[in-house]
């Protein structure tokens, strides 16, 4: 697999039995998650052949094989956090190892991240191929909602036969499969202990047991790492938020004229598109609210440069892609690109490069039908820019009252970098370029 950062073959002592360790996934990503495995002990693998799916900042990545031979053992399984180093298979090869000859140095390249000439690169993770018809001692490579659909269900995905790209398991598959080659034993009613009233059931060891009034969900994977990340912001980052209510009517006539002409046919135009085209416009007038704060070296590192995180919610938890330099893009190219990053995050394709570098983050609630938010700002930013619903109110408007269009913005900001004053100016000027949007005329 393109992209993958292989470290040398561990042979054991009789020299033939190799060992794949984990390699590093990302600038300072300490371990990953097991996902699943596509091979199994007595398998044969071929080199680059992908032998698993790991899941670290929130991207899963499919890990190639280094070399080529019969799995021996897997010493990890689904659901297990992997540090970096660790083994992860054990693979025998007849061939005689040999010391590989001294290579020039070379900038290490990442799982997933491709070397950093390729950063904007965009890639669907590769699928390992599975055979369509019946089920094999493969693991089945599925997408990450087949594989939430089979644990709700209770279907191993060992045996069921994909029908997506490279004999992927979807999720209409999972719906269709009858695992009749794996009955389960219907559950009596005297094996569900009754609910108490108050506390919970335990075992002899004094271990808590499910009941019927509850579900207990395994915090794993983009919820374990999404929670971690929003623990890391309120426990370091001192935040402080403001709002403004703005009247963007002349905004929703602009969209509707714009969608009508030739040069936005076939692209989604949507108001986020505008408010992030108005977000950067604003942040090219106060570029200290794209900053970072460097605790190392006591710096505010301003970046003269966007990478505009797009917060999006999937089946597998919220994945913030971001749009690279996105400082340099017209409102057509934030459409195509907005789309593309919700695309690829519902899908489980993006990326870890993807996903990491983001200087400043968009989050729209209003697709709920909510005001507005208080988002927590993203580790590694200054700021983050909440959007609310958009809806027709009253609104005095030339000193009489009408219906407008009305929406709600709210901006949380790390109080160390952003002081009140900048944090309301942007906020103003966000909001005054969606009350008058032919003032972006000149940035469209």
């Known amino acids: 697999m393109k992209g993958a950062l292989v470290p040398e073959p561990a042979a054991t002592d009789d020299g033939h039995v190799l060992e794949f360790r984990l390699p590093d996934l990302g600038e300072g990503l300490a371990d ?47 659901g297990d956090t992997v540090p970096v180093g660790a083994p992860l298979i054990r693979v025998r090869n007849d061939l005689e190892v040999t010391a590989p000859p001294a290579a020039e140095p070379r900038t290490n390249v990442l799982v997933g991240y491709g070397p950093e000439a390729e950063s904007t690169s965009r890639r669907g993770k590769s699928m390992p191929s599975m055979a369509a018809s019946t089920p094999s001692t493969h693991r089945a490579a599925a997408t990450p909602a087949a594989r939430k659909l089979a644990k709700e269900l209770g279907i191993d995905l060992w045996f069921v036969a994909g029908s997506g790209p490279e004999g ?50 395994p915090i794993a994977g983009i919820r374990k790492r999404t929670a971690a990340a929003m623990q890391a912001s309120s426990r370091t980052i001192p935040q402080a938020s403001t709002f403004v209510t703005v009247d963007c009517t002349a905004s929703m006539e602009l ?63 919220l994945m913030v892609p971001n749009l690279k330099e996105a400082q340099s893009l017209s ?51 200054a700021a983050i820019l909440c959007i609310g619903s958009i809806r027709k109110r009253p609104w005095v408007f030339r000193d009489e009252l009408a219906v407008r269009w009305v929406t709600t913005l709210g901006l949380s900001f790390d109080h160390r970098m952003v002081d009140g004053e900048l944090g309301a100016r942007f906020l103003a000027t966000t909001a005054g370029f969606l009350e008058d949007p032919l003032t972006l005329l000149s940035r469209i």
């Open 32 to 78: 990953g998650e097991l996902v699943s495995w596509a091979v199994a002990v007595g398998d044969t693998v071929e080199l680059n052949q992908t032998i698993a799916e790991v899941e670290t900042a929130k991207a899963v990545v499919a890990l190639p094989s280094p070399f080529s031979g019969v799995v021996v053992e897997l010493l990890a399984q689904p």
């Open 168 to 217: 992927a398991v979807t999720v209409e598959d999972v719906r269709s499969a009858v695992p009749v080659t794996q009955p389960r034993t219907p559950a009596r009613l005297g094996d569900i202990a009754p609910a108490p009233s108050f506390g919970h059931v335990t075992d002899a060891d004094g271990l808590i047991e499910p009941t019927a009034r509850e579900e207990r969900t």
């Open 255 to 317: 969209l509707d004229h714009l969608r009508t002409t030739k040069s936005f046919e076939g692209l989604t135009l949507t108001p986020l598109a505008l408010v992030a085209k108005a977000t950067l416009a604003a942040i090219a007038e106060y570029p200290g609210i794209n900053t970072a704060w460097d605790e190392q070296n006591q710096e505010i590192v301003t970046k003269h440069y966007v990478n505009l995180g797009i917060a999006v919610a999937s089946d597998r938890g």
């Open 331 to 381: 409102l057509r190219e934030l459409c195509r690109e907005i789309s593309w990053a919700a695309d690829t995050a519902r899908s489980g394709n993006a990326t870890p490069n993807d996903l990491r570098g983001g200087t400043f983050t968009l989050t729209n609630v209003g697709v709920f039908g909510v005001d507005s938010g208080i988002p927590l700002v993203n580790p590694g930013e």
